[in-house]
């Protein structure tokens, strides 16, 4: 089946720093891919849709100043978390939709804390 | 718009018992179903889906899930549960299309009791 990967798989940062979270589809192209939040015990709440070559649209209530994404190819998306918080800790899972399956393939997410 | 509801946030079953996951479904035209299965601290792995063809859908590890449009139910189902099917799983809806966006239940966590 399709693999989609990200890295890091875990980060812990300071309060007031960076983070940058990669998302690849590794045996496929994917025209689109997706960012999710997911908080503990929760479901997947949708952040934005990233589109190669075009800015990526956001869900109400998701700062796109503080959440940076960027879909520089086919094969990989980037998210971008800047100037963390403490509340930006929480689970980032991305997924890359191949156009052939028509299904979303997820990462194995990354977990982020921010201290 | 559409909408999923899964019934039961927790679900207990005893090993090499049938697992039945409720899932019910809301949506404006005829929708693409999934099943997701997450293990802890990973991401969603497809278990299977549905896009209009075959109302009974054949996945992974054993699972399978039947279509039905009169009770808009898309129900997860394994014969015989084991051990190692002890995780979360979502059922999703999407709008004719996995690249439109993806709804997602809130999970059903599944116990299983050896």
Redesign the interface.
Same mark, same amino acid.
């Given at each position: 089946?399709a693999v989609?990967s990200?890295h890091p798989s875990w980060v812990i940062c300071k309060s007031g720093t960076s983070v940058k979270i990669e998302c690849r589809s590794l045996d496929f192209q994917a025209t689109?891919m997706?960012w999710y939040r997911q908080f503990p015990k929760?479901?997947?709440m949708?952040m934005a849709?990233s589109n190669e070559g075009s800015k990526a649209t956001y869900e109400q209530g998701v700062e796109k100043d503080k959440f940076l994404i960027n879909h520089a190819s086919l094969t990989l998306s980037t998210l971008t978390v800047t100037s963390a918080h403490p509340e930006d800790s929480s689970?980032y899972?991305c997924?890359a939709?191949?156009?052939f399956?028509?299904?979303?393939?997820?990462?194995?997410?990354t977990?982020l804390l921010v201290l | 718009a559409q909408s999923v509801t899964q019934l039961g946030s927790h679900v207990s079953v005893s090993e090499g018992a049938l697992v039945l996951l409720r899932c019910n479904y809301s949506s404006s035209v005829p929708p693409?179903l %999934?099943w997701?299965v997450q293990y802890p601290?990973?991401?969603?792995?497809?278990l299977l889906?549905y896009?209009s063809a075959a109302t009974l859908v054949k996945g992974i590890n054993g699972f399978e899930a039947e279509f039905k449009k009169s009770e808009t139910s898309f129900h997860l189902t394994k014969p015989s549960a084991h051990m190692s099917d002890a995780a979360e799983y %979502?059922c999703a809806v999407s709008d004719g299309?996995?690249?439109q966006?993806?709804t997602?239940?809130?999970?059903t966590k599944l116990q299983v009791i050896p």
């Open positions: 089946g989609v990200q689109t997706f929760q479901s997947l949708l849709t689970f899972i997924s939709f191949d156009s399956q028509e299904t979303q393939y997820f990462g194995p997410g977990r | 693409y %999934f997701y601290n990973q991401g969603l792995q497809l889906k896009t %979502f299309g996995g690249y966006k993806v997602f239940g809130i999970g």
